[in-house]
């Protein structure tokens, strides 16, 4: 790994100010630190967001669910209030990584990376989510960009990601084996008169599937979407999946979520 | 006194072990150390134009960068393979050179091409990023089957053929398959495995310039045989001037065997700096360059009568040795391979043909069972798919074909001294309610899954080896071990033994073993090993032979020291050494019923003289001191053996494969300590389960390692495990005193044909490879969907 500099921010507006075009933000630093040691990420200035108090905790009311940027995986894993708002975002957030990855890695920092097969990318998409930043807001459907690539502009720092409760709701993943990262993650939410179906790990973004959508949002039963037959052209495809393979598991894995709501 | 062997008695080895107080390589630091990094060859085959070292060695920290130059000006031999393979036309092997580090040619993705030592790590790997190889890249060769016929990898080496091997009789197989009223045939493929000790290779190497002695401590399974290597073939340095330790290990595998370049470039480094170096591999290093494992194509036949009885077997295979040969690579695919093929069975005629070729691949070895699970793999899914042709149930199949008098001559190579193969296969049925299948399976179905139930009958031989017999099959080394029991005059007990423990808790067992023997408390004897400098010679651990053979020489080092406690006893006591007999650590003259401890006894030997009270006269002819050692050299291997039975349910819309429930029934023969049989037992199923379901290493055509991380290489992980189902038959070894067999491969070798002839059960016979992938059992339960759709 390459020396840098260090700096631990007081608050959002010192983060801001210190970044540059040759830093980063560092949260968990679950991607940002072994990327940096295998050398394919180099950085002048790290800029710890950790200790900024105000970007840490879930706030509950009676529509949402707002937690701040820099909790992690395992508060939002065992907060009792998301539980009982949300249940199926506390178990995407148990189930990601592994128990080092749940004690280090945060919410945001998942969120502004937008690895392709991330998790919680796909509970902004489903669950209608606001993204908060130091600067504005901004609607999750207008977020996420591309492969790793977000609406954030350089020193613009997510404050806290806003869930809007629905009625039901469930997050099924495919993990890969290996890594245990989403081959294929679903997550389906049923608001008054609207489904999101929002899918991770298929292509290189997280995505609302409108067919599926429009489905369920007639019917709200796995049956409405048996047996259909996604385009797979721009699906993603490694050795651990085809392209062929995620457009099934999409399926299969929608009616899971959908089942278990 | 109660005996130890057979006891659960807690491991000597926890207490560091948990309290994070082991000594491993990486933990050892020498004044004055530099550190060193290998660059590495970042293509599979390729020729070196140049290499430029001047501006690495402007790099901050730099004390001196070694190059292939180096190695073969200083007449440094290459690493070697320890087994001379002869081809079925009486041609010998053909070897490439293989330089520690390459000078004109690289071989494989991470082939080591320049060390660069420096007074830092950091400042090591600056520099190494800094040293410039021109390379001239060429077209490589990856795929084991097609090897053959690519281009020429290894100048002189025709079709990149190593040897072509007979094992067998053709002529014989070819008059049974002519009777055969059935012949089943398989192709399968054994995949690549990367062993993934959790330890890393590591090495630190030192110069005594005034002693003029190099110590290298290294992560080896048998650091004897590693020194002998690096001397005799090497050229580092005399064996009485080459220390080799190999303190704490974390897992081995087979892959802590061989010595490695990095063993001995540090080794002759540190000289010629004269400082001391270190190098710890990073993950990815590991990945690359550790031996791979496996890595079998095999077509292979088996002649049967209609009602189940088998005539004959063949097998064909080619065998992938990766970029080199190495230590144990040549041996592995043939001698440890094709005398296993035929398995726990009656087979009146057999042979094996085994063509080993080379790739651009990371060179391949010795890997948990080595050549073994290949042959058990081959046998035990042939003996399947016979069961479902034939149409008789799997278990009363193998029954039928079970040898049922010992000791039984196999016919290929081995006697198997004993066994009880049918006991083993009615146990493994109870404990899995192998009757009460067709309900679980009718239960899966309800559900909308598919459940299959697969079973495997294995032996394998291992305690290896008879010196005499494997010399005579081409092995460079005799394969007997050694021992040394040395009494404290005080009376506490160190045993010196040649095997090394990374893992197999030897400094328990074989106290207990010691304790037994001499009846001394456990608490009393230390079990040393893993030094040149400590203990004799010995040859390490490896095919399951630490207990088999290690074990049997320090049990034949112990009968020594009663044999001289009861000369001296009889001559302190003034008695005949015939009245004398031992028993739980005391010496009793029969006659008059006195005693001596064999404490007092030790002590005697030590102070051998008369003086007021003390009367510890020697008898003549007895030198003083208590200390005896023991070569024992096997007269046979030993033949563990067993009956495992899986259970999977898939979920035809994902592919999923569950395993719901695994039974092992082994008989290993007399079992020393449980608890550690229970451990070798589940790690060894967790790695050959994870070769069935999970593990594979791939290359692409251009010979990168596409699983070069665990992000993409699938360790299984504990959740992918149901709770094993574990329970013994024993019938004792009848070739070594102690009647033990060896346990620590068995799992390795049994689990990858039954978990999948479980999942090949649960989708109706369809072949797929291994490992069974969401995506290959997808697709096979798409198929099975079309095919039952049409045939209703």
């Known amino acids: 790994m390459k020396d840098f500099n260090y700096h631990s921010a007081k608050d959002s507006k010192e983060a801001s100010q210190l970044a540059s075009s040759s830093s980063a933000f560092l949260a968990g630093g679950m991607t940002t630190i072994p990327s940096m040691k295998l050398g394919l990420a180099t950085y002048q200035d790290l800029i710890d967001i950790k200790n900024i108090k105000k970007l840490s905790g879930i706030k509950v009311s009676g529509k949402s669910v707002t937690i701040g940027a820099a909790t992690k995986h395992v508060e939002v894993s065992n907060s009792k209030d998301v539980k009982k708002a949300i249940p199926s975002l506390s178990s995407l957030a148990e189930g990601i990584g592994d128990p080092q990855v749940r004690n280090r890695g945060t919410i945001g920092g998942s969120i502004a990376n937008n690895d392709p097969s991330a998790d919680y990318p796909s509970a902004c998409i489903a669950l209608n989510a606001t993204i908060h930043t130091n600067e504005r807001k901004i609607e999750a459907a207008k977020f996420f960009k591309g492969m790793f690539e977000t609406a954030l502009k350089k020193g613009e720092l997510i404050e806290a990601i806003e869930f809007q409760i629905p009625e039901k709701s469930s997050y099924q993943k495919h993990p890969n084996p290996a890594s245990r990262y989403a081959i294929v993650g679903v997550y389906v939410a049923k608001y008054k008169g609207d489904v999101n179906v929002a899918v991770t790990g298929a292509k290189s973004c997280v995505y609302n599937d409108k067919e599926m959508s429009k489905a369920l949002s007639g019917n709200f039963s796995s049956s409405s979407i048996n047996g259909m037959d996604l385009d797979s052209s721009e699906m993603n495809t490694d050795m651990h999946a085809s392209a062929e393979f995620r457009a099934s598991l999409v399926v299969t894995q929608a009616k899971k979520a959908v089942d278990a709501c | ?792």
């Open chain 2, 1 to 792: 006194m109660a005996s130890l062997v057979g006891s659960r008695v807690e491991r000597k080895e926890d207490k560091r072990f948990l309290t994070g107080k082991g000594r491993y390589t990486a933990d050892i630091n020498l004044a004055n150390q530099t550190y060193a990094i290998f660059v590495r060859s970042p293509h599979a085959r390729a020729s070196i134009k140049k290499l430029n070292i001047d501006k690495a060695l402007k790099s901050s920290g730099v004390v001196s960068i070694l190059t292939g130059k180096e190695i073969a000006d200083d007449k440094i031999g290459g690493l070697i393979a320890g087994w001379a393979i002869r081809s079925e036309d009486g041609t010998e092997m053909k070897c490439p050179g293989n330089p520690p580090l390459a000078k004109d040619n690289v071989n494989f993705v991470g082939d080591p091409v320049a060390v660069v030592i420096a007074e830092s790590l950091a400042e090591a790997k600056e520099a190494a990023e800094k040293v410039e190889v021109d390379y001239k890249v060429l077209k490589a060769v990856t795929s084991t089957a097609d090897a053959m016929n690519g281009d020429t990898i290894h100048e002189g080496i025709d079709k990149n053929l190593c040897f072509d091997w007979l094992l067998g009789d053709r002529q014989k197989v070819k008059e049974a398959f002519d009777k055969a009223d059935k012949v089943i045939s398989i192709d399968i493929i054994n995949n690549r495995l990367i062993p993934n000790a959790m330890e890393p290779r590591a090495c630190v190497a030192d110069y005594n310039a005034a002693s003029e002695e190099i110590t290298l401590y290294t992560t080896s399974q048998n650091p004897h045989l590693s020194r002998l290597i690096m001397s005799a073939f090497g050229n580092v340095a005399p064996e009485h001037k080459l220390r080799v330790v190999a303190p704490d290990v974390g897992g081995g595998f087979g892959s802590k065997i061989n010595v490695y370049n990095e063993d001995i470039v540090c080794s002759w480094a540190a000289k010629k700096i004269n400082r001391a170096i270190k190098w710890v591999a990073e993950r990815s290093e590991s990945f690359l360059t550790d031996i791979h494992g496996r890595d079998h194509v095999t077509h292979a036949e088996l002649a049967v009568t209609k009602d189940g009885k088998f005539l004959g077997f063949k097998n064909e295979t080619i065998a992938n040795l990766g970029a080199y040969a190495r230590v144990f690579g040549t041996v592995t695919p043939t001698y440890l391979f094709g005398p296993c093929a035929t398995g726990v069975y009656e087979i009146p005629a057999a042979y094996t043909n085994v063509k080993a070729v080379y790739t651009n691949t990371a060179p391949v070895d010795a890997y948990r069972g080595a050549g073994r699970p290949e042959a058990t793999y081959t046998i035990e899914r042939l003996v399947e798919k016979a069961s479902m042709e034939l149409g008789i149930d799997k278990t009363e199949l193998r029954i039928k074909n079970f040898p049922t008098a010992f000791p039984f001559k196999q016919t290929l190579v081995h006697t198997v001294d004993s066994g009880d193969y049918v006991a083993g296969m009615e146990k493994a049925k109870q404990m899995a309610d192998y009757k009460g299948f067709e309900a679980r399976r009718k239960e899966s179905e309800a559900k909308g899954k598919l459940r299959g139930i697969g079973v495997t009958s294995y032996f394998e031989a291992c305690g290896i080896a008879p010196s005499a017999a494997v010399m005579s099959l081409g092995c460079g080394v005799g394969l007997w071990e050694s021992a040394e029991v040395r009494f404290n005059p005080t009376g506490q007990v160190t045993v010196y033994t040649g095997s090394h423990s990374h893992g197999q808790s030897h400094q328990t067992t074989f106290a207990q073993i010691a304790a037994d023997e001499l009846g001394v408390p456990i608490e009393n004897i230390d079990i040393v090993h893993g030094d040149t400098d400590k203990g004799t010679f010995g040859m390490g651990t490896y095919g399951s032979r630490s207990l088999a053979v290690g074990g049997i020489a320090i049990v034949n080092a112990c009968k020594k020291i009663v044999e001289k406690g009861k000369r001296v006893t009889a001559k302190m006591l003034e008695a005949n050494p015939e009245d004398v007999e031992f028993k739980d650590g005391e010496f009793i003259v029969s006659k008059s019923n006195k005693k001596k401890t064999i404490g007092e006894v030790a002590f005697a030997c030590y102070l051998p003289g008369v003086r007021d009270e003390m009367k510890s006269p020697l008898p003549e002819g007895d030198e003083p001191g208590l200390k005896e050692t023991s070569f024992y050299d096997p007269s046979n291997f030993s033949f563990p053996a067993g009956t495992h039975i899986a259970e999977v349910e898939i979920d035809p819309e994902t592919g999923q494969v569950k395993l719901e429930k695994y039974t092992a029934c082994d008989d290993f023969g007399r079992i020393i300590n449980p608890m550690v049989v229970e451990g070798q037992v589940h790690g060894g199923l967790a790695q050959g389960i994870g070769q069935a379901l999970y593990e594979n290493a791939e290359y692409d055509e251009t010979g990168q390692l596409m699983t070069g991380s665990y992000m993409d290489y699938t360790m299984p992980r504990a959740d992918n495990f149901p709770e094993f189902n574990i329970g013994y038959t024993c019938t004792h070894a009848t070739t070594n005193p102690l009647g033990v067999k060896g346990c620590g491969e068995a799992g390795a070798i049994a689990a990858p044909p039954t978990v999948m002839n479980a999942v090949i059960d649960a989708l109706g016979g369809q072949e797929v490879t291994m490992p069974a992938t969401a995506e290959k059992v997808w697709k096979a339960c798409k198929n099975l969907k079309k095919s039952n759709a049409k045939a209703a």
